[in-house]
């Protein structure tokens, strides 16, 4: 049977400069070499303190594993140990029972035996099952933590737990499963209708730009009135000037007791439309004030001759038929039998 006393394996002095600085950051007397191996065979040594001797050695365990920030370090049996609070005592206890070391006893941690917290469960044999088992977390040392939401309780192997840690965009069955509303865009009728409107704006915008594109190759043409058309019977017309054609067709009938023709009204000046003036009994040109009696010869103003008569003749049925493209003249100087005024379809005989 291997000796009690021999250490459980090799002691390497990285492992006790590792545990002297911990002891160090904690404020423990530093182990010597001797007693870090004592440690290690679970021998008590000499400068323990009675109370420690009395310990029965825990069973030799595994080497420690290199300490941690988060678990208390391991105090040498009978070094002297600074005043511990309660929950310090428990943790200090916690970690010595993992690594299969002496506990502390209340006196030992500068406890009152009223401040003590309850022994921890005895160490279990195996080194391995007291490697593996979590040490006990004290009550004043756990954190609060909000009651569980709906979507953390739902029972293992759903639905919902398949999708966790992938993202609940648009229809992810995870989010549906989990109570979690989804994030793609909304299916409402007034969100329907407000798309609608867009696309319906955004159509009619390019239909419009679309026709002026065509627009563009198409002819600039100016849509007149025809210049042939008919203008009633010679008995609608009584004596004198008839202005009822001059919006339409910028005509005036003029009716004498033998004749009846058509004055096309523009000034033979700069070619403005005159006014009839029947209480003065003549045409006025608003322009440049030349004047012209009831039959359209000019008699004041800068006007050079008289105004133009449009070329008139009878249809079958005995309506009057004008023609403005076709004009007759009396030129300036050239007597009234010689101008274009005696010529046929320049008047009618009534």
Not at 52 to 72: D, R, V, Y
Not at 106 to 111: D, I, R, V
Not at 256 to 277: E, N, Q, S
Request: glycine fraction near 6%.
């Amino acid at each position: 049977m291997a000796d009690e006393n021999k250490p459980a394996g090799p002691i390497s002095t990285s492992r006790l400069a590792a545990e002297n600085a911990h002891r160090k950051r904690q404020g423990l007397p530093p182990l010597t070499m001797e007693e870090y191996a004592a440690q290690m065979s679970g021998a008590a040594p000499a400068t323990t303190s009675p109370a420690s001797q009395a310990k029965p050695a825990a069973p030799p365990a595994a080497p420690p594993a290199p300490p941690t920030t988060n678990a208390p370090a391991a105090a040498a049996p009978g070094a002297p140990v600074k005043k511990l609070s309660p929950s310090r005592f428990a943790s200090e206890n916690a970690y010595r029972k993992k690594m299969g070391l002496p506990l502390l006893t209340p006196e030992e941690a500068g406890l009152a035996p009223g401040e003590a917290p309850a022994a921890p469960a005895a160490a279990a044999p195996a080194a391995t099952s007291a490697a593996t088992a979590p040490p006990p977390r004290p009550a004043a040392a756990a954190p609060s933590q909000p009651p569980p939401s709906a979507a953390a309780t739902v029972a293992r192997g759903t639905e919902a737990n398949r999708y966790v840690g992938t993202p609940a965009v648009g229809t992810s069955k995870a989010a549906a499963a989990g109570g979690v509303a989804s994030t793609g865009p909304r299916n409402l009728e007034i969100d329907r209708s407000r798309r609608r409107l867009v696309w319906s704006a955004v159509a009619a915008f390019l239909a419009a730009w679309f026709i002026a594109f065509l627009r563009f190759f198409l002819p600039r043409t100016l849509f007149e009135p025809s210049t042939v058309f008919k203008i009633g019977y010679p008995s609608d017309y009584g004596i004198g000037v008839d202005t009822k054609w001059q919006a339409q067709f910028r005509i005036w009938v003029d009716r004498t007791p033998d004749r009846l023709f058509v004055i096309y009204a523009r000034c033979t000046h700069l070619g403005c439309t005159p006014d009839w003036k029947p209480a003065e009994n003549k045409f006025k040109c608003p322009c440049h004030g030349s004047g012209y009696d009831s039959e359209g010869v000019n008699f004041e103003g800068p006007a050079p001759r008289p105004m133009d008569r449009a070329h008139v003749e009878l249809d079958p049925t005995g309506q009057i038929v004008v023609d403005t493209s076709r004009l007759f003249q009396w030129p300036k100087g050239v007597p009234y039998e010689q101008s274009d005024f005696n010529k046929p379809n320049a008047f009618l005989s009534v």
